[in-house]
């Protein structure tokens, strides 16, 4: 422990990943006391030889726990599996593994029952920015706002923080959707480049300056919709309506048969614009659609 602050918060953490390495990094470039247990103990060593302590068993470390423990694993059942036969009693369980909603408030209900205390959050970081505050990581939280609290400090080491509230569904139910938006835009992303690769005096890195640049400016948009779904208004600051939209994605798929390109990642959305307009929409914005979506009628 040669370099601990024992003034610091010990962290005791689960899983040692990709992700959950990194973390285990950061808390101990920070001077925290830091005890690790990995289902494979080989991927202990490199956080051993930098000062952490390794527990035998996910039993042991969690049983000697006088801080958080920190949870990173694949996903919800591996937390499950980690935890069997641990006493939590007392215990104050951060659970950083991807989930559900469902997931995470189960998970809450699971750890009360056990006499923990549980607090469920949600990475919005890849692992070379974990310790990066520049980076713009962060990671969600939700659940058990006290227990939050508490452990702040300790949690702000490896990226920003930002609690979303009581209910422990809700840290997961931020990550899913600010994930599906990005899968969104890498499906857009994958489409742009297929157009435009191969084409001769296409010059791809600088068509991905102008990408990123587009891509940023449209972001703003999100406001947009906020502002229209909480107003009821979906015509409200409507500068690109939803009719034109819908009329242009005929040149998008003209342009997609001409560059011998599969639509396939634009057609559902284009199908879901052309329908809202088919109601009598074509005023809107975009924010109609979420209501589509909702009702499950943009589903095959
Ligand atoms: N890496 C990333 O880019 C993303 C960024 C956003 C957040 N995710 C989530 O973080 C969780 C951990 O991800 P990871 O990158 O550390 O994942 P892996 O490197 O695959 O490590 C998985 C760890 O889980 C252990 N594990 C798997 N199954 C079990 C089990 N049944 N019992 C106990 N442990 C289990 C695995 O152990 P081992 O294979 O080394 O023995 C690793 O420690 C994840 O929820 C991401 O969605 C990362």
């Known amino acids: 422990m040669d370099g601990m602050n024992t003034s610091k918060t010990p962290i005791t953490l689960l899983g040692l990943g990709d992700m959950g390495a990194a973390l ?16 494979t103990p080989e991927k202990a060593g490199p956080l051993v030889e930098a000062g952490a302590r390794a527990a035998g068993s996910a039993a042991e470390a969690v049983a000697a726990a006088t801080g958080p423990v920190i949870l990173c694993l694949l996903d919800d059942d591996s937390v499950g599996a980690t935890l069997d036969g641990a006493d939590l009693a007392g215990k104050d369980l951060i659970n950083l593994t991807t989930g559900t909603p469902e997931q995470g408030r189960r998970r ?48 702000e ?33 994958t489409h742009a480049f297929a157009l435009v690769d191969g084409e001769k005096e296409v010059d791809l890195s600088r068509f991905a300056t102008l990408l990123a640049g587009w891509l940023g400016a449209m972001s703003g948009a999100a406001h947009g919709m906020a502002a229209q779904l909480e107003s009821g208004d979906y015509t409200l600051g409507v500068h690109s309506n939803l009719a034109m939209m819908s009329a242009g994605n005929t040149t998008f798929l003209d342009t997609s048969r001409e560059q011998g390109v599969d639509p396939g990642l634009l057609t559902p959305f284009m199908d879901l614009m052309a329908r809202r307009v088919a109601q009598g929409h074509g005023d809107e914005g975009l924010a109609g659609i979420v209501g589509l979506l909702r009702e499950g009628a943009g589903r095959a």
């Open 24 to 39: 285990g990094r950061s808390w101990l470039a920070a001077g925290h006391p830091l005890t690790v247990w990995n289902r």
């Open 108 to 155: 809450a209900r699971w750890a009360e029952e056990r006499g923990a205390r549980f607090l469920d959050g949600g990475i919005m970081a890849v692992p070379p920015m974990i310790g990066v505050p520049e980076s713009g990581g962060y990671i969600l939280y939700s659940g058990d706002q006290a227990l939050f609290e508490r452990h702040r400090e300790a949690l």
């Open 157 to 189: 080491v490896p990226a920003g923080v930002n609690y979303v509230g009581s209910d422990a569904g809700h840290a997961a139910l931020y990550d899913v959707a600010l994930l599906s938006a990005m899968t969104a835009m890498f499906a857009g992303t």
